[in-house]
């Protein structure tokens, strides 16, 4: 895809056991130390990238023990079934979002209509098309629980995506939000290429539902995380984190709404 930025191939210790490393323009986890997993596989064509980063990390012909899915969209899967090929590992996501991940369904197209700069109107662009795991690919345990994780639960965040799910460590309050919110408004293709720090809603040019996505933010900003990374942009924490996430819900409407769009209904 032609997007980048200036953390592409930039890797960060959030926490001892939660590192954030940026494809391009996605951010994606390696979460664990010994034994660890993978949360989202960043942007088409970039196996080699991840697995490099990988071995970085943690040796040679390292592997994790799963790869977690927060959704199916394209800059999230992107090296999936390069990744599954060469580690032969499972695949966990939401049930809402196997058909998005079996071949079955595809997303709805992305609004290049959509409030907001130049990638959303490059958004048409992108696809949309599923991936097809196949049976690599299981639906997350009902109790919450993530496998190979421990202490971590799985929270449906939905509007985003219908099977969008976020990752919290109730412990210390850590949180992998996806693309439920951001730190850097998406939409535009200047402040992509700069990382410029600020919380915002989920990328409008993909987000079908928005009273979901509302109730999302919500969820979480009542987790009161202490330390977040999500989907585009740089992790977050401590003050910054608590009054961005206050100022994202209270004024909600204003901030991730975008004031016209194919999906967008403006009753707010």
Known sequence: MPMTSVRSGVGEDVLFDLY?????IVNVCFVGTDEWVLVDTGMPKTANRIVNA?????????????????????????AVIDLVRKW???VYAHPAELPFLTGESKYPEPDGSVEGGLVAKMSPIFPNEPVDLGNNVEALPDDGSVPGLLGWRWIHTPGHAPGHISLFRDEDRSLIAGDAFVTVKQESLYKVSTQEKEIS?????LTTDWDAAKQSVQKLAALKP???VTGHGQPMSGQELAEGLEKLVTDFDRIAIPDYGRYVNRKH
């Open 20 to 24: 954030c490393y940026t494809d391009q």
């Open 54 to 78: 990988v071995e970085e990390r943690f040796g040679e012909n390292s592997k994790p023990k799963a790869i977690v899915l927060t959704h199916g969209h394209f800059d999230h899967v992107g």
């Open 88 to 90: 032969q590992i499972p």
């Open 201 to 205: 809603g989920p990328p409008r040019y």
């Open 226 to 228: 202490a330390v977040a």
